[in-house]
């Protein structure tokens, strides 16, 4: 079974795209993780879990929940991070995860997709997007051919850098980068409510038809990104820059996927 966590809908795409060529059942968790419910799942098939690359890991929430949810059936467990540029030395923290769940680690592929992160970085145009995503299909397929035929991922090599990165940044990085206290709303909302449902840690909610964010962010973009009015920003940086969402007509052009 395919679970997938995505803010923007680059991990959504390639957990679909997985899914049409394995043929197995794609699991969107965003109610699970919004709600807490880490109520089991069964599969008989291999766990594929994909994931945006938070920090050079997986997402702290996805974290935590794999830990508190028992996986059925099935043991082993593939991981495919879709990332801007770089997944790190992920699969590090991955390894003692699936063992203390008894779960057989195969590995951890990574998928170079358009960056979403508009709070700290620059986000692609539309078209360069599409550019990226045509590159990033090579990826997915070959991801996807590797679990049909239930073989193992390469281990990745490895530099000093990634190590770093995934370790002491990644601890570094959700304490001091990761806070909502830097969005706001402008004049361009519509009080339509889309930010707030589309939040997975429930952290937004409209006073008077205007978001105001709590303190349990993980910056996964959503908000800002799809806000219709592009009516969100985040301090200063986000002024002028694209907002990113996965582009629907890509998801068109596969010819059976509708917009999520
Ligand atoms: C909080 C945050 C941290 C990120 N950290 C990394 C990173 O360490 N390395 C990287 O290459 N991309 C990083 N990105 C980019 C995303 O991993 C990438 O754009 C991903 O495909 C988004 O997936 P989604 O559309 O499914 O949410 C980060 C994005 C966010 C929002
Ligand atoms: S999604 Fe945008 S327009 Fe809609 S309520 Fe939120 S900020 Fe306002
Ligand atoms: S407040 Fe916005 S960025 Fe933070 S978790 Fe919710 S949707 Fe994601």
Request: charged letters at 25%; glycine letters at 8%.
């Amino acid at each position: 079974m395919i679970l997938y966590f995505s803010g923007t809908g680059n991990s959504e795409y390639a957990a679909e795209r997985i899914g049409k060529a394995t043929g197995d059942k794609v699991l969107n968790l965003f109610e699970r993780l919004r709600d807490g419910d880490c109520s089991g799942i069964n599969s008989e098939k291999p766990w594929v879990i994909v994931t945006p690359t938070y920090a050079w890991r997986i997402p702290r929430i996805l974290q935590k929940w794999l830990e508190r949810t028992e996986l059925s059936g099935n043991r082993d467990i593939y991981f495919v991070m879709t990332c801007g540029d770089s997944i790190g030395n992920a699969g590090k923290y991955l390894k003692p995860l699936c063992a203390k769940k008894g779960l057989n680690y195969r590995g951890c592929a990574k998928v170079v997709m358009p960056e979403n992160y508009i709070a700290l970085f620059r986000t692609p145009s539309e078209k360069e997007a599409l550019g990226i995503i045509r590159q990033a299909e090579e990826a997915i397929d070959q991801a996807a051919s590797v679990i049909k035929r239930e073989g193992a991922f390469p281990e990745p090599g490895v530099t000093l850098g990634d190590r770093v990165s995934s370790g002491i940044v990644n601890d570094i990085f959700y304490p001091v980068i990761v806070h909502s206290k830097k969005f706001y709303v402008t004049d361009a909302c519509i009080s339509c409510g889309k930010c707030e449902r589309v939040c997975p840690l429930q952290n937004i909610h409209l006073n008077q038809g205007k978001p105001v964010w709590g303190n349990s962010c993980t910056h996964c973009m959503a908000c800002i990104c799809r806000c219709p009015k592009e009516a969100i920003e985040y301090g200063r940086h986000s002024k002028g820059l694209p907002r990113y969402t996965f582009p629907k007509e890509s998801f068109k052009m596969e010819g059976e996927c509708d917009e999520k």
